[in-house]
């Protein structure tokens, strides 16, 4: 049998380790932590940093189409603090001892993964509003939870970011909801947007528990403290009200209330379609990557001058 990484490490320095997770300790950088450990931290939160950062190209799409001044401004806004996200989760991911240029070199060359909810099309104004409303709100519910995660730099990064994401939730739940208001033609744009985000939003929170490889060394070591199974189920349970609010339909013929458990059930996922745009096979996925890789190479020289600042200010230090 091949040793698990956790079965390699010291089992005194392990059971210490463990001991401080289950009293609830946070764990900070220079803190002995098992190498399995380290590693699933820096799969997660490199994921999530490239998923902030590719979740802006499908709403930075139509910042040049807000339809008011007030709109353009939030959803530029918006798309700004999303890339804020990224550099704190990239730096967070950074004090695991891994270089970032090679995190980003991973996201260029396809091997890393990323939210597979970005490779979806942003076809009218009204996706904007089902991404803030949706896609921050499901983000709001997955993160509110890591900013409890065992692992300070990416627990701390969380509740600034939950902060934000609030916003943006607001800001897409207003549009949908004035648009549901609105002319017959802006009604049915909100019901399209809707009925077109409602599963791939579902997915953001990732496979069943049963088929997660990572879920229970991530719940184990206090870096989840809830699997996907139950996250997915409180976004919904959350949603549906708000749906009901705005007088939207939530797309699935198989969601009932079930009085027992005070859930809402829902329809099964579609976990072809999941799977197939995970591994890159989406509707966007090479369009986003092109998007990236070009900016990556239109902002050379911004690296190349921050390079040769810093070289410039050491060199001043070092004399003075
Ligand atoms: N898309 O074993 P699990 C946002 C992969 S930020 C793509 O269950 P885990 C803000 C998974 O990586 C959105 N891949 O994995 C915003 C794993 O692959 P690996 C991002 C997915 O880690 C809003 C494999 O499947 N949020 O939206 C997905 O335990 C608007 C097996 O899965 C985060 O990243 C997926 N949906 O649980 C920005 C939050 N699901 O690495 C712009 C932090 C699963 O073994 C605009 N991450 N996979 O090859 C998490 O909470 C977790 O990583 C999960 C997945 C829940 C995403």
Redesign the pocket.
Known sequence: MTPTPAATEDPKRLAEFEARIARGDTIEPKDWMPEKYRRQLI??MS??AH??VV??LP?GNWITRAPSLRRKMSLLAKVQD?AG?GLYIYCGAETLGVDRHELVSQLLNGTA??????NYPTLTWADIGA?GWL??G??IV??TM?AKASYGPYARAMVRICKE?NF?KRQGFEIMSLLSAGTPEQRAMAQDALDRWWWPSL?????HDKD????GE?LRWGI?QKG?DELRQRFVNLTVGQAKAINLTIPDPKLRHDAETGNWAFGEIDWDEFWRV?KGDGQCNRERLTARRKAHADGAWVREAAEAHAAKRARLESVA
């Open positions: 799969r997660m994921q999530h998923s902030e979740g802006m709403e999303e996200h993964k990323y939210a597979s909810i970005f991404i896609v921050d499901a983000a997955n993160q890591l994401e943006h997915m953001m929170f990732g496979p997660s490889p990572n879920s991530l989840k996907n995970v």
